[in-house]
């Protein structure tokens, strides 16, 4: 399966996909990695990880989002990916991309969904006092942070942990959730239903071989 992966920043949950995909855990090939930021550090990751597209397309002076989609459409469709993949990218995806793209675009988010959408999710969550923490993959719709839900993780946030930590800790669990969320495309186990996601039964990442988990984490249905 053919996957383009969009991102701004560091390029750690693009990292763990590339060593998921090397690996032969999951059957797919990245082979176009599109950063907004010229400096990200993803695009680094992506030619040291020999993907064959290496896009840096920062957005013009007074271009309008609309205008850069469009742009951004052009990259995406000329390397024909079956599913797109945001991994920390911070721009707003717009109808002209998701509706290229239907169902076959996907996000991960440090929250558990649908709480605490949008930017610094986590800060949100600690400042709120929350006990539980993790984070969601979800299909992109126009609706921030709001089309269905793939799969889920979660840890017990322990007292006084740091915002820093708790980051740390659940960007471990994203660098599990996105390779297996991957992995369930390219398996063909994910439809919807109703406006809810559905993954068909079949093996489960809990129990494979070559998977390291987090401890103390818990990991729902479809993991
Ligand atoms: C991740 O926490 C992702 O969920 C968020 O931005 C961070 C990206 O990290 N949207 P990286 O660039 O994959 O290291």
Not at 66 to 75: G, K, M, T
Not at 120 to 127: E, G, H, K, P, Y
Request: with cysteine; net charge neutral; hydrophobic share 50%.
């Amino acid at each position: 399966m053919r996957v383009a992966v969009l991102c701004s920043g560091r390029g750690s949950n693009l990292q763990h996909l590339l060593r998921a995909c090397a690996s032969g855990l999951v059957a797919a090939r990245v082979t176009l990695v599109v950063s907004d930021q010229p400096d990200a550090g993803a695009l680094g990751i992506a030619r040291r990880g020999n993907v064959p597209a290496v896009v840096a397309l920062p957005k013009e002076p007074g271009e309008t989002s609309a205008a850069y989609d469009a742009r951004l459409l052009d990259v995406l469709t000329a390397e024909a990916p079956e599913l797109v993949v945001l991994a920390g990218y911070l721009r707003i995806v717009g109808p002209a991309i998701t509706r290229a793209f239907p169902g076959r675009i996907v996000n991960v988010h440090p929250a558990l969904l649908p709480a605490f959408r949008g930017l610094r999710a986590i800060q949100q969550a600690v400042t709120l006092g929350v006990r539980i923490a993790g984070c969601t993959t979800h299909l992109v719709t126009d609706e921030l942070d709001g089309g269905p839900i793939l799969l889920q993780a979660a840890v017990a946030v322990r007292d006084g942990e740091t915002e820093e930590h708790l980051t740390r800790r659940v960007l471990a669990l994203e660098h599990l959730l996105l390779p297996r969320t991957v992995d369930l495309f390219a398996q063909r186990r994910v439809r919807v239903e109703l406006g809810r996601a559905v993954v068909a039964p079949g093996d489960s990442w809990l129990t494979k071989p070559g998977v390291e988990l987090a401890a103390g984490a818990l990991y729902g249905e479809g993991f």
